[in-house]
């Protein structure tokens, strides 16, 4: 039978990946979608609509397993800590 912990270990070096994946592909689209902007001579209000569409739509979706990591890291992290306290809940000696 397979049992598995109750939470996977995320894998640092994916997620280093990830976060270089999520640069690399956003810096092009920012600066596409200032190009675009000022090709077309519209506002500048257009580009912040812009922006924020690109973080909306391609940066928080791709980061996404990096801030559940982080948040996993803290839990561990907070968890270890609080069992360290003891049952009194006192400083540890």
Do not use: C, H
């Not at 997620?15 to 640069?23: K, T």
């Not at 924020?52 to 397993?65: F, G």
């Not at 996993?72 to 540890?92: I, M, Q, T």
């Amino acid at each position: 039978m397979n049992i598995l912990p109750p939470f996977q270990v995320p894998d640092t070096y994916a997620l280093r990946r990830r976060v270089l994946l999520v640069g690399v592909l956003v810096i092009p689209l920012y600066l596409l979608s200032a190009y675009v902007v000022y090709l077309l001579g519209v506002s500048d209000a257009w580009l912040l609509i812009a922006l924020a569409l690109i973080y909306l739509l391609v940066v928080r979706p791709l980061m996404r397993p990096v801030r559940e990591a982080i948040k996993l890291r803290r839990r561990l992290a907070y968890d270890n800590w609080l069992a360290e306290r003891g049952p009194e809940g006192g400083d540890p000696p």
